[in-house]
């Protein structure tokens, strides 16, 4: 197989493309290994804000609305801020790292007018509704005859704390009685008296 050999009109066909070539090469500063992309810049996220509301005084119409507004947002971290007349106040997202609300106001004086810093105040605590059940508990305390050892307390306090009704039991052999808190509703100070005398004992008026 002889060998291909290009004849000089292909040559003459394929010179423009080479000249466009050899012109770019000769364009980069130090040829194509020079050709660099340049990464994504990683994304920032944006920085913490807060907001503030400034009370205004001395804005009389749209131009007094339009040069404090200027005067706020040429702060660098102001994010926003939204300026009324009715009512006279400006509520400011900004950056705390790059800017304070002391300078806002310095920039408002400087614009002609006046601010002042409203309090903020703290949200108010949800109510919580009384508990029915527990403010309608009641105490009564027994005054107990016949009671010699532990075993009479351990008695009564189980007889006790098996009625209905009863939340908790104290009784104590010195001096000799029972602290009962209860449930109206359940029981009452008369039931609890004879569920003693059931088990053997006394109540003393």
Do not use: W
Request: hydrophobic share 40%.
């Amino acid at each position: 197989m002889k060998p291909f050999t290009p004849s000089s009109s292909r040559l003459a066909a394929f010179a423009p493309i080479l000249s466009a070539l050899l012109l770019i090469a000769a364009a980069l500063p130090s040829g194509l290994s020079s050709l660099s992309i340049a990464s994504p810049k990683p994304h920032t996220p944006p920085a913490h804000t807060k907001q503030i509301t400034i009370d205004l005084s001395g804005l009389h119409c749209g131009g007094c609305v339009e040069s404090t507004t200027r005067a706020i947002q040429s702060l660098p971290g102001v994010q926003k801020a939204n300026v009324t007349l009715d009512p006279q106040r400006a509520i400011v997202t900004y950056a705390p790292k790059q800017v304070t609300p002391q300078q806002m106001l310095l920039a408002i004086e400087k614009a002609g007018y006046k601010g002042v810093i409203r309090a903020e105040t703290a949200p108010a605590k949800p109510r919580t509704p009384p508990n029915p059940q527990a403010t309608s508990n009641q105490k009564v305390t027994l005054k107990i005859a016949g009671m010699s050892c532990g075993g009479c307390v351990a008695r009564i306090t189980e007889a006790l704390q098996k009625t209905k009704g009863v939340l908790h039991t104290q009784v104590t052999l010195e001096p000799p009685q029972a602290i009962v808190s209860f449930q109206p509703k359940l029981t009452n100070p008369s039931q609890l008296a004879q569920i003693i005398r059931d088990a053997g004992y006394r109540v003393l008026p």
